[in-house]
């Protein structure tokens, strides 16, 4: 079986705190499916039994971005949703990934018009332009592996002087 | 006497200084008359126990750019009665861009109407709630006017500080 059925007594391995949280963090990513338009139909193709998300462990599409490290915006952000997006990205706790998934979600893709932006990261930090149009569940398996090695390199430290958003409080009268 | 001459019958009728233009493409009539007659004749389109028009499937515009009257506007009626479409069109120009609502006639036509001021700019009269449909409220053009530049005007949408 695995490495402690060798063990013949109380085993113990040595290892840094930063290995072991980038290690447990990037095999654990629950992603935020954001899921606006067409994309979303592949990233829902891809939890499904034949692609399978569940084999990289984040098959847990947490639908209160409050629980999420990974947010996956896949479809196409018009200006008007585009703060909602922001609202969102925003409410997930730090440390946290964005994979603008497709070519409209990258640079607006083929809607080169008044509405569309062309591309989110002019108000979102994007980790991982995912090309295709739709990408094909595999393509979003591929960008999930990349963000899992980009995770695993994180040291804890990079993430402590994260500074908060600028929260805005709407009040109604 | 079918359906569309009856039709033409009644309206002319009804209203004898009203002139119509009409057209028959395919199968589908299409009235041109003065805008300021379109109350009128969307009442009596709707209340005419023979005609009912009670459907008033969508209401749009069309932007003809360079031409003496701008703007067309079409409105697209049904009848359930008698499975009858029926195509009303009106110019507006740019000088006096604006035309009735036909609220009071349709219900539905609120937010068809909104879309068309949205869009192209149109006033409705007497509308009784004339906001934008899609674009933010204070956002100052309309998309698809002609001149209006297709990738859109750099700024004048805000976005989310980064």
């Known amino acids: 079986m695995g490495l402690e059925a060798n063990l013949t007594q109380d085993g113990f391995f040595t290892t840094t705190v930063d290995a072991l949280i980038a290690w447990s963090r990037k095999n654990s990513v629950w992603p935020m499916p954001m899921g606006i338009s067409c994309c979303a139909i592949e990233m829902m193709a891809s939890g499904d039994p034949k692609y399978d998300i569940a084999r990289f462990g984040s098959e847990v599409m947490r639908f209160t971005p409050r629980q999420c490290d990974l947010m996956i915006v896949a479809g196409t952000v018009t200006y008007k949703m585009a703060p909602v997006v922001r609202k969102i990205y925003d409410q997930m706790p730090d440390p946290k990934w964005v994979i603008a998934m497709g070519a409209c979600t990258s640079t607006g893709g083929m809607y080169r018009s008044y509405s569309v932006v062309q591309g989110i990261d002019q108000f979102l930090p994007v980790d991982i332009y995912l090309a295709g149009c739709p990408p094909r569940p595999d393509n979003l398996l591929n960008a999930l592996i990349q963000i899992q090695e980009k995770i695993g390199k994180t040291k804890a430290r990079d993430f402590q002087n994260i500074k908060l958003p600028e929260l805005t409080v709407i009040q109604n009268n | ?162």
Request: proline share 6%; net charge negative.
């Open chain 2, 1 to 162: 006497m079918d359906f569309k001459e009856i039709l033409l019958k009644k309206i002319t009728d009804q209203f004898p200084e009203l002139k119509i233009d009409t057209t028959d493409f395919r199968d589908e009539l299409t009235f041109s008359f003065d805008k300021s007659f379109i109350i009128p004749v969307c009442t009596f389109l709707k209340s005419n126990p023979d005609l009912e028009f009670i459907l008033c499937a969508d209401i749009t515009a069309i932007d003809w750019a360079e031409r003496k009257n701008r703007f067309t506007l079409v409105y697209n009626l049904y009848s359930f009665k008698n499975n009858f479409r029926l195509r009303l069109k009106s110019n507006v120009d740019e000088s006096d861009c604006t035309i009735d609502s036909v609220t009071s006639v349709w219900k539905s036509a609120n937010w068809q109407e909104r879309e068309t001021y949205d869009m192209y700019g149109i006033k409705f009269n007497t509308h009784p709630d004339l906001r934008r449909m899609y674009m933010p409220e204070e956002f100052e053009y309309h998309p698809l006017k002609k001149d209006f530049p297709l990738t859109g005007i750099p700024g004048s949408l805000p976005l989310p500080k980064k």
